[in-house]
């Protein structure tokens, strides 16, 4: 029995935990869930600790699709119990990130889609998104193959990633005058830290009914409570290869963070996602993990505590966000 918290994806009725996993980290070097015996240790944790909802993308991993492979592998035999996202549009099927493709054409969401179901070794994607906007193919011509994918079982649902207010505007637009189906969730980089999405993005999720998933929502691991001026875990992503996050972190906001949560009784971590889970449209908080032990942290983190209007206020106050600078 666990305690995990199950909400709706926007305005649709896909049920996702409160607490997810950004599979980012499945076949990413030099980590734990570089193998498939790492990936499957994780997945059994997020499991036990009723996680529902993991999301990847064609291009994870230490070569593209490997993060989904390794998701298959460890599902089988439980797909009926999870909620499979993935992305495609990133990166061209036959060449790198900067090459130039319409990645929204018909074309390319046909080949994209089938090399997704062959590496996650299943007949249906939940929630297929738009990885990034693609300047080249019309919105509606996206639409239009996503809508044929819904008809034909492939996919389930739609959502899309990185796209600005008036992009999410655009997209219902089309969506509605081609009778096609909307997309229910926008994913987008949020955090105590990053809170540009509040300018456009989370008022065009709310006004379109959008289920907002937020990206790097622990800021690459600074809000775990492992981190501090001086350092942290000499095996992590921040100290590895991002240890400018560290340098040029907010510490007096996130020191002042850590005496609010001592106050209560709760970790930096409790925090975090309390004040996350407060955020209008939020549906699920989509952490990385690379081990069981991380997600069984932010799993329980996630029911641990929910602050009061006074309580998100008083954090607004140590992060301002455009509400509160303008």
């Known amino acids: 029995m666990n305690d995990m918290l199950y909400r709706p994806l926007g305005r649709s009725g896909l049920m996702v935990s409160a607490v997810g996993i950004g599979c980012n980290n499945f076949g990413r070097a030099d980590t734990l869930t570089e193998t498939q015996d790492g990936t499957t240790s994780v997945v059994d944790a997020a499991l036990d600790s009723g996680v529902n909802f993991f999301d990847t993308a064609d291009v994870y991993g230490k070569r593209p699709g490997l993060s989904e492979e390794l998701l298959g592998r460890a599902l089988a035999g439980r797909r009926d119990d999870v909620v499979v996202a993935t992305k495609f549009g990133h990166a061209t099927l036959d060449g790198g990130i900067d090459q130039p493709s319409a990645r929204g054409s018909r074309r390319y969401v046909r080949r994209a889609v089938e090399a997704s179901l062959r590496r996650l070794d299943t007949e249906w994607i939940d929630l297929y998104q738009l990885h990034t906007p693609d300047p080249i193919t019309p919105i509606d011509e996206t639409l239009s193959v996503l809508d044929d994918l819904i008809t034909e079982g492939k996919v389930r649902y739609i959502g899309h990633s990185n796209l600005s207010g008036w992009q999410i505007a655009e997209a219902d637009y089309e969506a509605v005058l081609g009778s096609?189906?909307?997309?229910?969730?926008?994913?987008?980089?949020?955090?105590?830290?990053?809170?540009?999405?509040?300018?456009?993005?989370?008022?065009?999720?709310?006004?379109?009914?959008?289920?907002?998933?937020?990206?790097?929502?622990?800021?690459?691991?600074?809000?775990?409570?492992?981190?501090?001026r001086d350092g942290g875990p000499a095996d992590s992503r921040i100290m590895r290869i991002r240890r400018h996050l560290l340098d040029d972190a907010p510490w007096d906001a996130i020191e002042a963070l850590e005496s609010f949560a001592e106050t209560r009784g709760r970790t930096l971590l409790e925090v975090t996602f309390g004040w996350l889970l407060a955020q209008p449209s939020l549906a699920s908080v989509i952490a990385g993990a690379t081990s069981p032990a991380q997600i069984r942290e932010n799993a329980a983190a996630g029911v641990a505590w929910t602050p009061t209007p006074d309580e998100v206020a008083e954090i607004d106050r140590l992060f301002p966000g455009p509400a509160q600078t303008s």
């Open 180 to 228: 096609h189906p909307r997309f229910i969730s926008a994913q987008n980089e949020f955090s105590l830290i990053v809170r540009d999405a509040e300018r456009e993005v989370l008022p065009a999720a709310r006004r379109f009914g959008l289920g907002f998933l937020p990206f790097f929502p622990l800021y690459n691991g600074l809000f775990t409570g492992k981190f501090s």
